[in-house]
C-alpha cells in the first residue's frame, strides 16, 4: 500500500478489521479536519479538495463500503508523496468507541471541525435489515457527537439527504416539511439523526452544525481516477446505466414510465458529485463565520431530469447503446424530486456548476477506465 504506516498502532473492534495506521506528524499550520466515511464516493472527493485547499485530513473509515485504493489516488491527484503527513487514516468504526477514542487522542491538534459521511446508505438493505441501519448510523453518530464534546470539536457538517423531505412536493426548499412519508429505514436515519443533531446544538451553545441535504450525487473526478464503486447490483440509476454502457450488464430496467412527468419516467436533481464536495468546503466556511446552532442547505442544481433524458446523456458521453426495458414502478419510489437550491448560493455562496453532459462524460472516464471500479479483476 502507498499509505505505509510510519507506525501501526492497533485498535481493537473495528467490525471490518482491527489495524489501524496513520502517519504522526501533521503540518503545524493547516486546519486539521476529521472526515467520517472519507474513504467512500463522496468522502474521496471532498477529502480531494480539502487537501487542495489547505486543510489536513484525518479519516475515519472501516472500508465496509471502500477501498484504501481510493485514498492513494487522492492523494495522487492532491499532488501529495504516498506518505505525506496531510493525509491520516484510521481503519476505525464509528461504533467501536474506543478505537474513535484514540483517534481523538493521537490527533496533534483539536480537530477544527468534521465532516460525517460514514453511514450506510442501501435503501433495499436498511428495509431487509433494519436494526443494522439504525445501530450503524445512529450508534456510531451517538459516539462520534459525544467524543466531540468530549475533545472540544464542536462543528459538524453531516450528509443528509433529500429522502428526509418524503412526500413533500417539489421543488423543495429546507422549510418544505420533513419526516412525513420517508419509505424506509436509511431515510428514518437521516430524518433521526437531524433532529439529534437539531437537539445537540439547542443544548449546547458552543456546538455548531450545518445538515446538508444531498439530492442525486452522480459523476466521477476528471481524471477518471476517482468515482462510486457500488458493490453487487447497483441500486441507483447512473451506476447501473454506466456498467450496461461499459457491457458489465445487458440492459436497465426503468421502473414505471406512468409518474406524471414529461416522459412519464421518474425525475431527479442529478448533482456532479465534484460540485457536491465543494458544497462542504462553503459549509465548513459558514461554520467558522456563523459557528452555533443548526443551519441546513439543499444541495442540489434545481435542475431535473428524467431516467431517459439520463440514458440519452450516457450514450453521448460513451458512445455506447443503452439498452432498456420498461418495468414496473419501484416501491417507494417518487415521481418528482428536485430541489430549490436558493438558500445554498445566498447562505453558502454555493451553487452547482457542472451540468448532465459534464456528469456523464466524467462518469465515464471513471466508468471506462476503472471497468471493475477499485478492484482488479
Ligand atoms: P459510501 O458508501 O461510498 O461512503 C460511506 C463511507 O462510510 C464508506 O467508505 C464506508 O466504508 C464508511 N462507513 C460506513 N459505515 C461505517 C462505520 N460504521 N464506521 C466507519 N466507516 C463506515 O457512500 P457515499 O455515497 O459516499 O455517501 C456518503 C454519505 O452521504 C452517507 O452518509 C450517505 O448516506 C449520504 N448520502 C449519499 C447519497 C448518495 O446517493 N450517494 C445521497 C444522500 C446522502
Ligand atoms: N431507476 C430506474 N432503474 C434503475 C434504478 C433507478 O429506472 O435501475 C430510476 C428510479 O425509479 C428513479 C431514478 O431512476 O426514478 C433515480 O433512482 P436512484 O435509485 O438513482 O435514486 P433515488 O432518487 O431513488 O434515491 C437516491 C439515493 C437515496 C436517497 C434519495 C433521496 O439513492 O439514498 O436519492 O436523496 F435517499
Known amino acids: 500500500t502507498h499509505l505505509e504506516p510510519p507506525f501501526i498502532i ?58 484504501e485504493t481510493s485514498m492513494e489516488r487522492v492523494l495522487k491527484l492532491a499532488g501529495l508523496p504516498s506518505d505525506s503527513s496531510r493525509l491520516t487514516f484510521h481503519n476505525v468504526d464509528i461504533c467501536d468507541r474506543n478505537g474513535m477514542e484514540e483517534v481523538f487522542k493521537a490527533a496533534t491538534a483539536p480537530f477544527k471541525a468534521c465532516i460525517h459521511f460514514a453511514g450506510l446508505k442501501a435503501v433495499g438493505e436498511s428495509v431487509k435489515l433494519p436494526l443494522k441501519y439504525y445501530h450503524n448510523n445512529l450508534t456510531g453518530t451517538f459516539f462520534l457527537v459525544e467524543l466531540m464534546q468530549q475533545y472540544g470539536c464542536k462543528k459538524i457538517v453531516f450528509s443528509s439527504s433529500a429522502t428526509v423531505y418524503g412526500t413533500a412536493a417539489s421543488p423543495l426548499t429546507e422549510s418544505s416539511q420533513v419526516g412525513v412519508g420517508v419509505t424506509n429505514p436509511y431515510g428514518r436515519t437521516k430524518y433521526f439523526l437531524e433532529e439529534i443533531l437539531r437537539d445537540t446544538t439547542a443544548s449546547d451553545p458552543d456546538f455548531g452544525v450545518i445538515l446538508l441535504r444531498y439530492f442525486n450525487p452522480v459523476g466521477a473526478h476528471e481524471s477518471g481516477t476517482i468515482g462510486e464503486d457500488p458493490q453487487g447490483i447497483p441500486n441507483n440509476l447512473m451506476p447501473y446505466v454506466q456498467q450496461v454502457a461499459v457491457g458489465r450488464r445487458d440492459k436497465l430496467t426503468v421502473h414505471g414510465d ?20 465543494a458544497g462542504h468546503l462553503a459549509a465548513l466556511r459558514k461554520l467558522d463565520i456563523v459557528s452555533t446552532g443548526c443551519n441546513v442547505y439543499n444541495l442540489g442544481t434545481g435542475n431535473g431530469y428524467s431516467v431517459l433524458d439520463m440514458v440519452k446523456a450516457m450514450r453521448t458521453a460513451s458512445g455506447s447503446e443503452i439498452p432498456y426495458v420498461v418495468g414496473p414502478r419501484r416501491e417507494g419510489d417518487l415521481g418528482s424530486c428536485y430541489a430549490n437550491p436558493k438558500k445554498a448560493r445566498e447562505e453558502l455562496g454555493w451553487e452547482a456548476e457542472l451540468g448532465i453532459e459534464r456528469m456523464c462524460a466524467d462518469a465515464w472516464r471513471w466508468q471506462s477506465n476503472n471497468p471493475t471500479g477499485y478492484k482488479t479483476e
Open 10 to 67: 492497533s485498535l481493537r473492534g473495528s467490525s471490518c478489521s482491527s489495524i489501524s495506521y496513520h502517519h504522526n506528524m501533521s503540518s503545524l499550520t493547516n486546519p486539521n479536519v476529521l472526515v467520517t466515511g472519507g474513504a467512500g464516493y463522496i468522502g474521496s472527493h471532498t477529502v480531494l479538495k480539502l487537501l487542495e485547499n489547505g486543510y489536513d485530513v484525518t479519516i475515519i473509515d472501516n472500508l465496509c463500503n471502500s477501498s
Open 258 to 277: 406512468d409518474y406524471d412527468t414529461p416522459d412519464g419516467t421518474g425525475v431527479r436533481d442529478y448533482i456532479h458529485v465534484v460540485d457536491l464536495a
